[in-house]
């Protein structure tokens, strides 16, 4: 057999305890010395401060002191040197007291170029060194204590070294060891737990053929024993209903197509009826807030805002009849009224009743001032698509909190277009969300598109409503922002 399940289930078991061993032993031999050397500098550290508290306190010749002094050092193999102003031994585990002396003198005064500092601090150092007699290094912390005294704590880092080494060795021999018992066991209970599953396999393959006669044999009570058992049951049954289930198989799948295409187109539509509300109702009740707060008192400014109102009041109503259409045109039925127009005048007169909006947020707008183009396209839908654009980049403008709109003229063989593009400062969409952003209901950051209401289906809005009038439309990424574009017939 080409692909067995018992090689599959023994081959994924015994891979994934070798990739254990391997990632333990490799995590141990980059990181378990390192580890040592960081505790071994907290415990140098620590013994750092016991011996201060103890030297303040007055108590650094009390035999309790010794006792736990030489506690720390057995435990830890830390060697303890601790002087006076005039040079007299305090304090010592060492052996050669004279020679570390001298070498806690030479940190002082005459430090070796070779010495490697790891921490600095105002009454002590702490640094790897070398010892030049045995070749030895050491980590060394050397300072004054409170009370005056000079001190020298040292531990051979060797001795570490050693110790990663030979716990690597360790688990590399119980690995190889472990891998290759476990790899039998794993084989034999595979082979035994897979022997009723060939079975069945080989009682499906027969009903394929529709040969209902073959039965399965339990032995237990199992879950593959009750899989055998209902198979028994579904050979018994599945001959006899065979031609109705055919029948109502295929009658079920026209009424559960059917189902799901109204449940679709009702689900979209509620969809978009509520996310192209909200920026109308959000101009209208900015609007009215604004009247009611008496923000311009002139008859001039008041005027203004009840007419973006009723203008926003108008369009909303507009909107809710036009949505019927949309949601026909992804299936051909909506109705495109082509027009000519000038899209810049569309665009600035748009971005007035947004004015309140920007205005809120802190953003800055860039309308390319241009002359007049005109274009050949449904008007109101061209304006959705401009509504969703400029949406999408108020609830992710970012950075500076700039959006550019301007627009590039361009001839091909048997028409001219022109390209309107709106550009905002933000984040890049991440490059895999950018085959997928044109879904109904795709959302590439679900936590910041809950925050601003979004319902994911403002961009595939204007993908159906740009591609029923047979155009093109995209988006770019920038390091320091995203533009969408689509674009327009000028002939």
Not at 264 to 281: G, Y
Not at 347 to 368: D, P, W, Y
Not at 452 to 464: D, F, M, Q
């Amino acid at each position: 057999m080409k692909h067995s399940i018992k090689q599959e289930i023994a081959f994924v078991f015994i891979a994934i305890m070798i990739g254990t061993i391997v990632l333990c032993w490799t995590i141990n031999s980059r990181f378990l010395e390192n580890f040592y050397i960081q505790h071994k500098k907290d415990v140098i550290s620590d013994a750092y401060l016991r011996i201060n508290e103890v030297a303040a306190n007055g108590d650094i010749s009390s035999e309790a002191f010794d006792l736990e002094l030489r506690k720390i050092c057995d435990m830890y193999n830390i060697s303890i040197l601790i002087i006076d102003a005039q040079s007299n031994t305090i304090k010592s585990s060492m052996w050669d007291v004279e020679k570390q002396i001298h070498r806690l003198y030479d940190n002082f005064f005459r430090p070796d170029i070779n010495i490697e500092y790891l921490e600095e601090a105002e009454t002590y150092y702490l640094a790897t060194a070398m010892d030049k007699v045995t070749a030895t290094e050491y980590l060394e912390m050397w300072g004054a204590l409170d009370n005056g005294d000079l001190f020298l704590l040292r531990s051979p880092l060797e001795s570490i070294r050693d110790s990663v080494k030979i716990a690597n060795r360790f688990l590399a021999y119980v690995g190889v060891a472990a891998t290759v018992i476990s790899a039998g066991l794993i084989w034999f209970i595979t082979t035994r737990l897979t022997k009723p599953i060939m079975e069945l396999k080989q009682i499906s393959e027969k009903m394929i053929e529709l040969n209902f006669e073959t039965q399965y044999k339990s032995r237990g009570k199992n879950e593959i024993d009750l899989l055998g058992e209902h198979i028994n049951e579904l050979s018994s049954t599945l001959e006899r209903t065979i031609s109705k289930l055919k029948t109502a198989n295929n009658e079920l799948r026209r009424d559960i197509e059917k189902k799901e295409q109204i449940d679709k187109m009702r689900t979209e539509f509620l969809s978009n009826v509520s996310h192209e509300l909200k920026t109308p109702i959000a101009l209208i009740q900015g609007y009215a807030e604004g009247l009611k707060e008496c923000i311009d008192d002139d008859a001039e400014s008041r005027e203004f805002y009840c007419d973006v109102i009723i203008d926003e009041s108008g369009k909303m109503n507009t909107m809710v009849k036009k949505l019927l259409d949309l949601n026909q045109l992804e299936f051909g039925n909506g109705k495109i009224m082509m027009e000519r127009f000038d899209i810049v005048a569309l665009v600035r007169n748009f971005l007035v009743s947004a004015e309140i909006l920007t205005n809120q947020n802190g953003v800055h707008i860039k309308h390319e001032r241009v002359d007049p183009i005109y274009v050949w396209a449904d008007e109101f839908q061209t304006e959705e698509v401009i509504r969703n654009f400029f949406s999408n980049a108020m609830n992710h403008v970012a950075g500076e909190k700039r959006i550019e709109i301007n627009y590039m003229l361009f001839q091909g063989e048997n028409t001219s277009k022109v390209r309107v593009r709106v550009f905002n400062t933000g984040d890049p969409i991440p490059v895999e969300s950018l085959p997928h952003i044109w879904e109904k209901f795709y959302k590439v950051d679900k936590a910041r598109t809950r925050e601003y209401g979004g319902s994911g289906v403002g961009l595939s809005i204007v993908k159906a409503i740009v591609e029923s009038m047979n155009q093109q439309y995209g988006v770019i990424n920038y390091t320091n922002g995203v533009e969408f574009w689509f674009e327009l017939e000028t002939k």
